[in-house]
């Protein structure tokens, strides 16, 4: 592509050389001793012409005064035919020498071939530069079946190994076993071993399934072939298959080696499934990959790592036995494990001394491998924003909500009417959250506008949870209600702030009821069956397994229980006017609450409205 610009580039400088010559060279033309045709004529008439030279279309005078003049003719046409035209007579004519210059070839392609061949140089130049562009976006498409394989065993020119992946115990025990085969398949042959051909990592998005499949070409010393399962079916259909093939044909070369398929439920979805034209392509791709991996011999040292969030839209063929039958699940890292991570991600960070990771990790529950580098990197660019030499834990801290709100949004200007709902709005969640037991504690409160969201209030668990309970469910449902009942009570009617409120109250309560078997008036069993169906973008279609006397109870229990949840906001908004109203003051005062004083206030200790506050970089 770079050398297509540059050959393009000289293109355009000939082109433009070229033209400026041949505009020079024109201009050159336009002497003060031009003289027109019919003056020409006078000339010859008068007999004031001792000699004329006819060059091309050039027709030099040469006056007996010893003046030059120069007149134009049409190229092609004769000269004593011109002047037979202007009806000089021959005879006159004959008196004057006239030596025709032979060589106007010169003039000739100046004047006549360059003014048609320069556009249509030009134009050629376009369309082929636009036709090369075309192949350059993509340029896989042109050299068909080849697969962009590239051996990406380097994550910028470090060798990844395992001590780069932090947490992750039992995975990495896992595929040390990989790492061995890849290093010593003797070993196992010798011993009539079967070395495995597909490992399946299965984890949610940023939980690093990249990361650890660099990580074992890394530590094996083996050449990583990392491809996309989307850049199978990225242009062409039939392009897929092929490019399959030659991936195999190139790792086969260079085994002991890993090819790894990012994403595979791209391609590995189960066939049959769906609508739409790309799902042959992408099934004839999916069998060309069981095809090439069925026909590994049992000595080809080459390992299948494939990576995918969706285990559960994969085709079945994909995991049987000799395939992908070996599984490595990855998940969200728990505390200790957040902590290793944001120790690897701050080893070439500045930290001031106060920082303290751990507390950190504390706070990030929930926040995946990639969002915790994301933090820290955050953290950086904050700091170096505010021209400082060391990462603050205030600056980590505050990139936390950056990371999971989006980022503060202070030029927007309330009103006082819309910081006063947007202050009761935040205080009734964070309320309710107080004084419902099973509820996450409130971490802090703000009515700064981040992201999309007017205010928030983060709750967040103490420890990392993985089940969630019938009554946790009722709770966050009561909280999440709350903004809406405060507003109704205290204002007496409700803004569209809440509605993104109401929409996951809606989803809980639908989950509640037909995913986890949670409502005593229906069976424990799940209703409808959820799938994906991929057609002009993805979505999730319900397909409904119940009959229509169902979907009525399941409505029925829905609004009972949201309604339910919402008097339970209500009566405790009530019961704790007097705190919420403190909280409410505070609020308004200082915009954000961090959870010390929030605990304070909820516990009657009102503190000054002076009192120093606990997080200025917050409120600068
Ligand atoms: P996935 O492929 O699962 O979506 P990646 O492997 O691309 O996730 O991870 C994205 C980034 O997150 C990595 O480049 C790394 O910086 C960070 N990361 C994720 N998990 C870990 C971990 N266990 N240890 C260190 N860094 C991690
Ligand atoms: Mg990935
Ligand atoms: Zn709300």
Redesign the pocket.
């Known amino acids: 592509m770079k050398n297509l610009l540059k050959n393009f580039a000289v293109l355009f400088v000939v082109l433009f050389v070229l033209l400026g010559v041949f505009g020079y060279w024109q201009s050159t033309q336009q002497t003060d001793n031009t003289i027109a045709i019919n003056e020409l004529v006078t000339f010859i008439n008068n007999e004031d012409v001792e000699r004329i030279e006819v060059d091309g279309s050039k027709i030099l005078v040469f006056l007996k005064s010893g003046d030059e003049k120069e007149a134009q003719k049409e190229l092609g046409e004769s000269f004593s035919e011109l002047m037979n035209n202007y009806g000089v007579a021959g005879e006159q004519l004959a008196t004057i020498p006239v030596e025709v210059k032979a060589d106007s070839s010169n003039s000739l392609f100046f004047t006549t071939i360059l003014p048609i061949a320069l556009p249509l140089l030009l134009f050629i130049g376009i369309i082929w530069f636009m036709t090369r562009q075309v192949q350059g976006a993509n340029s896989k498409a042109m050299t068909f079946g080849q697969s962009q394989v590239r051996d990406s065993s380097k994550?910028g020119n470090k060798k990844v190994t395992f001590k780069?992946?932090?947490?992750?115990h039992e995975a990495k025990e896992e595929v040390m076993e990989i790492v061995e085969f890849l290093k010593t398949p003797k070993k196992f042959l010798s011993l009539g071993a079967k070395i495995p051909k597909g490992v399946l990592m299965i984890?949610p998005?940023?939980?690093?399934?990249?990361?650890?499949a660099r990580a074992i070409a890394g530590e094996a010393q083996v050449p990583f072939f990392l491809i996309s399962g989307s850049e199978f079916v990225e242009m062409f259909v039939g392009v897929g298959a092929s490019r399959v093939r030659d991936l195999f044909r190139k790792a086969k070369k260079s085994a002991p080696c890993i090819i790894f398929i990012?994403e595979i439920d791209a391609v590995g979805r189960q066939r049959g499934a769906g609508l739409g034209g790309s799902h042959d392509e992408r099934e004839q791709t999916l069998n060309q990959i069981l095809v090439e991996m069925d026909g590994f011999e049992s000595d080809t040292n080459v390992i299948v790592i494939a990576?995918t969030n969706r285990p559960d839209v994969l085709d079945p063929a994909l995991l049987r036995p000799g395939r992908f039958d070996r599984r490595v699940t990855?998940d969200n890292?728990d505390i200790a494990?957040r902590s290793?991570?944001l120790k690897?991600?701050a080893a070439n960070k500045p930290l001031a001394k106060d920082v303290d990771l751990k507390r950190v990790a504390e706070r990030t529950p929930g926040f995946?491998?990639?969002d915790?580098?994301n933090l820290l990197n955050e953290a950086a660019i904050w700091a170096a924003r505010k021209n400082r030499k060391e990462i603050l834990q205030q600056d980590i801290l505050d990139s936390i909500e950056k990371v999971l709100l989006g980022p503060e949004r202070k030029s927007r200007i309330f009103s006082e009417k819309e910081r006063n709902i947007t202050a009761y709005h935040e205080a009734a969640h964070a309320l309710v959250a107080f004084h419902t037991p099973s509820s996450d504690p409130v971490q802090k409160i703000s009515i700064i506008s981040r992201g999309r969201a007017g205010g928030y209030t983060l709750r967040m668990p103490e420890n990392d949870r993985y089940y969630r309970s019938r009554t946790e469910f009722l709770s966050d449902m009561a909280v999440a209600l709350a903004g809406h009942a405060v507003e109704k009570d205290v204002f007496g009617e409700v803004s569209t702030g809440p509605s993104s409120d109401l929409q996951q109250v809606s989803k809980l309560a639908k989950a509640f009821v037909t995913q986890f078997g949670m409502s005593e008036r229906l069976a424990p069993r799940a209703f409808g069956q959820r799938e994906e169906m991929v057609f002009l973008g993805k979505e999730i279609h319900e397909r409904r397994d119940y009959s229509e006397k169902t979907a009525q109870l399941i409505d029925e229990e829905v609004s009972r229980i949201v309604g339910e949840a919402y008097d339970t906001a209500r009566e405790l908004l009530h019961e704790h006017r007097t705190q919420l109203d403190a909280v409410v003051k505070v609020l308004l005062e200082k915009e954000t609450i961090e959870r010390d004083e929030f605990d304070a206030i909820m516990n009657g200790k009102q503190q000054q409205a002076d009192a120093p506050k606990s997080e200025d970089a917050q409120s600068e």
């Open positions: 994550l780069d992946v932090a947490g992750m984890g998005p940023g939980t690093g399934k990249t990361l650890l990012d990576a990855l890292p494990e290793e991570i690897i991600h995946s491998g990639a915790l580098a």
